[in-house]
């Protein structure tokens, strides 16, 4: 280890040291959801299962909870409920990826954990950061255990990516085919379009450039963070596009993540299908996901957005820390849609289950629950009030998440289109709610601030079954 390296270690776990006392007894910490220790998260990273753990890695600036210089943090787990905080595995330390270690992916073979991410390196000058003065590196990092780092080395630079990107090339994501190795890398053009670079390897260290992957007409400006997997037969393309314009019920947050279905093969002739989002809610970004043991493919988002100051905020900035991510979700496809669901762990943390009868008001002191409605088919409507200010409606073909208050701390009202609804599951937590709709066909996430910690649930809606369960917080240490 470095001098340098040594010295960044010490001082996080000083700041951690200092801060978090008075951070943990804030309460707005979650239950249930993966937060940062002190300070800001972001993107997940390196999402696996490696010798019998979960590891999540996340985009971390503990000395600031507006963010700034980035470092991984990890999390593992046993169970995919309790999570243990491991540390700070990768920082700043070398010429590659001084200012930020960015974004990326683990993969596993042979008994260790090769963690691919982006190196970000701002020179100083006058520059526009966009054609100029940034370095993107392709960064690779081999693990044991996922906290200790042994080799480390700088594998593309920006001379080695196509003359038609800008300096905006990040956010790996590997994978193997037979004896081959793929990488995907969102990129910006230099004619500002988003496109995925994909590149491939026979030895995970040379990587060559295979395919360029965009859509036929320019789809946002920037395309971060692209996946690339197959569920059950369908080909699926995941990004996160930058520049598109919100309209009535779609694109309405700043930046998007969906997927594109894939047609023919990515390699060489392929066709990029309409473009489905992830989540409707006003928090969800940067989405990866992995492969468990169990076969499950498992998706785990940012439960927050990028650059949303003027638009809504986070309370929590105030007592030193921000963000969260959503809780592990599992992939499947029913009826030809993509659907996402919590993984069944998560309800082991029920209890005490209770029926909750239409227009009558059910508190749930800790703010944790776990709630499903059923819906008959006959129904025109269903709405659903939790706290003071959030509301949540479905009225023949239209559903909506609203906030008519402070309790959403500046988020106003999401909108989408859905034919029909049989049937709504909600997590809450003290200060997030996931929303998912017909088994999880439509979910939105979205981050809240009620004013008392109890969660006041009020369902209108006739006929309706609804069923909650207190859920019990977890430790995450
Ligand atoms: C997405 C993102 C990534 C980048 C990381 C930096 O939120 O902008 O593209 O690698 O965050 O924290």
């Known amino acids: 280890m470095s001098a340098l390296t040594k010295v960044l270690e010490e001082d996080i776990v000083r700041v951690e040291s200092e801060k978090r006392n008075r951070i943990s007894r804030d309460r707005f910490r979650l239950g249930y959801h993966i937060m940062p220790p002190v300070g800001w998260l972001n993107d997940p990273n390196g999402l696996c299962w490696f010798k019998g753990k979960y590891h999540v890695f996340f985009q971390y600036s503990p000395h600031s909870a507006q963010g700034g210089l980035k470092y991984w943090g990890h999390y593992t787990s046993k169970d995919l409920i309790n999570w243990e905080y491991e540390g700070v595995p990768l920082v700043p330390d070398s010429s590659y990826d001084c200012h930020g270690v960015y974004s990326g992916c683990a993969f596993i073979e042979d008994d260790k954990m090769h963690l691919f991410y982006t190196g970000n390196v701002k020179l100083e000058g006058d520059y526009d950061y966009i054609i100029q003065g940034r370095e993107h590196n392709t960064m690779y990092a081999v693990s044991g255990d996922g906290r200790h780092i042994y080799e480390k080395s700088c594998l593309m630079t920006n001379s080695d990516y196509p003359k038609h990107c800008t300096c905006h090339v990040r956010d790996p994501k590997v994978w193997k085919e037979g004896e081959t190795y793929y990488m995907v890398q969102g990129a910006r053009t230099k004619k500002d379009a988003g496109e995925v670079l994909l590149f491939c390897s026979d030895d995970l260290k040379n990587w060559k450039l295979e395919n360029v992957i965009t859509s036929d007409t320019p789809f946002g400006y920037m395309w971060e963070c692209p996946d690339y997997f197959e569920l059950e037969e369908i080909k699926i393309l995941s990004v996160s596009p930058q520049g598109l314009k919100a309209q009535e019920y779609c694109w309405q947050n700043l930046y998007q993540s969906g997927y594109f279905k894939v047609q023919g093969d990515i390699k060489c002739d392929y066709k990029l299908e309409n473009f489905t989002e992830w989540d409707m809610g006003f928090d969800f970004y940067a989405p990866q996901t992995f492969q468990d043991p169990k076969g499950r493919r498992i998706l785990i988002a940012w439960m927050g957005m990028p650059d949303i100051r003027g638009m809504y905020e986070n309370p929590t900035e105030n007592t030193g820390w921000q963000h969260i991510l959503t809780v592990p979700r599992e992939l499947a496809v029913k009826n030809n849609k993509v659907c996402q669901w919590p993984v069944k762990e998560l309800e082991r943390l029920r209890k005490n289950p209770a029926v909750i009868h239409s227009d009558e008001k059910r508190i749930i002191e800790s703010g944790m629950f776990d709630l499903i409605s059923k819906i008959p088919e006959d129904a025109q409507s269903y709405q659903i ?30 909108k989408a289109r859905l034919e029909t609804l049989n049937q709504v599951r909600i997590l809450g937590d003290t200060s997030a709610l996931e929303i998912y709709l017909n088994n999880g066909e439509m979910v939105f996430s979205t981050r809240y601030y009620p004013v008392k910690k109890e969660a006041e649930i009020l369902i209108r809606s006739q006929s309706t079954d609804t069923i909650v369960w207190e859920m019990d917080g977890v430790s995450q240490q």
């Open 385 to 414: 009030q939790i706290g003071r200010d959030m509301e949540f409606t479905w009225n023949k073909e239209t559903v909506q998440l609203s906030f008519n208050g402070d309790e959403g701390a500046g988020r106003k009202i999401r």
